[in-house]
């Protein structure tokens, strides 16, 4: 069945070093992945967002890459900082033309000052 | 200031009763969604409407109704029959698909809690 899952769901960084945040799809069907933030009672806020004829994308200290080959992305934040912390969503939509978005667990990223 | 407006920010329910969760969006999209965000859980979809006088079910919609009369509302009544309510709920919005990106922008959420 279609699943977005999560490896860890707590990661804990020290201030300064770079974040990698990991997440598994099983829909070989998807073709647009998003990484959204969460921050402590609030909703959830667009990151960075990757299509399936790439296999990276860069932006404003994150970098999403994408594996279809084993239906596998990650989220990597370079210099973690304090406010970088939050939960972490990792969404897919399947090729089908409607815009339903399937989101993982989350990953809660503890940053150490 | 563009954006998508949740009311309330709390809310309680009593036993039995029907309560109403408004979502407001002036950014004028067509597609609207609900979720439902349990503790330490992702976001589990209730409804979602692509354009006005539609609206389809999500993975999770028994218990709840919607509707979408205008374009920039898309509110959510928890009904009685919802046996579990209690949650943090998020509406969403997105603007038409472009090469199959479906970014989706969220409000601050309700949080429903049963007295």
């Known amino acids: 069945g279609e699943s977005v899952g999560l490896h860890l769901p707590t990661l804990s960084v020290q201030e300064g070093d770079n974040s990698i945040i990991n997440c598994a799809y099983s829909n070989s069907a998807s073709d647009y992945f998003i990484w959204y933030k969460q921050e402590s009672g609030k909703g959830p806020q667009f990151i960075i967002d990757?299509?399936?004829?790439?296999d990276k994308r860069q932006g404003q200290r994150v970098t999403v890459l994408l594996n279809k080959t084993v239906k596998h992305l990650s989220l990597q934040i370079a210099a973690t900082q304090p406010g970088d912390s939050a939960v972490y969503f990792c969404a897919e939509k399947n090729s089908g033309g409607y815009q339903k978005v399937t989101f993982g667990t989350g990953t809660k990223l503890q940053v150490i000052p | 200031d563009g954006g998508i407006t949740q009311s309330p920010k709390y809310l309680f329910r009593k036993e039995g009763q029907n309560v109403t969760l408004s979502c407001e969006q002036n950014?004028?999209?067509?597609?609207m969604y609900w979720y439902r965000q349990d503790p330490g859980q992702g976001l589990r979809l209730i409804y979602y409407s692509q354009i006005v006088n539609d609206f389809q079910k999500g993975d999770i919609a028994e218990g709840y109704s919607v509707s979408r009369e205008k374009k920039e509302s898309f509110p959510l009544t928890v009904t009685s029959a919802q046996k579990n309510p209690t949650a943090f709920y998020l509406c969403a919005s997105s603007p038409p698909l472009v090469g199959g990106k479906n970014i989706q922008y969220f409000g601050a959420g309700t949080r429903l809690s049963v007295l």
């Open positions: 990757i299509r399936s004829n790439m």
């Open positions: 950014l004028n999209h067509d597609a």
